[in-house]
Antibody
Framework: QVQMVESGGGVVQPGRSLRLSCVAS????????IHWVRQAPGKGLEWVAV????????YYAEVLQGRITISRDNSKNTLFLQMNSLREEDTAIYYC??????????????WGQGTMVTVSS | AIRMTQSPSSFSASTGDRVTITCRAS??????LAWYQQKPGKAPRLLIY???TLQSGVPPRFSGSGSGTAFTLTITSLQSEDFATYYCLHYYSHPWTFGQGTKVEIK
């Protein structure tokens, strides 16, 4: 079935790095934009980043610009989020979510179950 | 960045009630608006996209309306499984932004 599975979360000290992965199955991964969205404990949803279906376009939330890098490997149906210089306020569940087919202007229709990132000394 | 403001932030309702949640955009977003339902410990679930189109598999008691800057999500005859937090999302342009959420609790 159509699904997305995140991994790579964990407990990390402030200032360290982490790389999250999102593996998709059940659809043509290379045809879709994929987003990262995060949710701090007890808080609302916050959009983080997006990469277009072919990797040519990428956008980041201003609050994270310069500390994160989104990438994808269409041959492995996988999206990545490299997170550097982590801060305690980055503590959140990180979800990947499917965007539009060949367009960025689309709702996010399929979500993974999320991976928890905890930044703490 | 476009700001999305939901109201109310939370409210209590009873099974069978008709409920309406409002989302306002700080600028015109045409119909590039989606609604999500989230239950504790779960990922968000898409309910409505392009402001009024029901996602496949979503019960018809959910409906959306609006365009431009004002949008509503309506649930006719609230069911027990509908008690959750609801978010709007605009996807008109970068950066994509969510409303702050509306928690629907049992009265």
């Amino acid at each position: 079935q159509v699904q997305m599975v995140e991994s790579g979360g964990g407990v990390v000290q402030p200032g360290r790095s982490l790389r999250l992965s999102c593996v998709a199955s059940g659809f043509t991964f290379s045809s879709y934009a994929i987003h990262w969205v995060r949710q701090a404990p007890g808080k609302g949803l916050e959009w983080v980043a997006v990469m277009s279906y072919d990797g040519t376009n990428k956008y980041y939330a201003e609050v994270l610009q310069g500390r994160i890098t989104i990438s994808r490997d269409n041959s492995k149906n996988t999206l990545f989020l490299q997170m550097n210089s982590l801060r305690e306020e980055d503590t959140a569940i990180y979800y990947c979510a499917r965007g539009g087919a060949t367009t960025l202007l689309s709702a996010f229709d399929i979500w993974g179950q999320g991976t928890m990132v905890t930044v703490s000394s | 960045a476009i700001r999305m403001t939901q109201s109310p932030s939370s409210f209590s309702a009873s099974t069978g009630d008709r409920v309406t949640i409002t989302c306002r955009a700080s600028q015109d977003i045409s119909s590039y608006l989606a609604w999500y339902q989230q239950k504790p410990g779960k990922a968000p679930r898409l309910l409505i996209y392009t402001a009024s189109t029901l996602q496949s598999g979503v019960p018809p008691r959910f409906s959306g309306s609006g365009s431009g800057t004002a949008f509503t999500l309506t649930i006719t005859s609230l069911q027990s499984e509908d008690f959750a937090t609801y978010y709007c999302l605009h996807y008109y342009s970068h950066p994509w932004t969510f409303g702050q959420g509306t928690k629907v609790e049992i009265k």
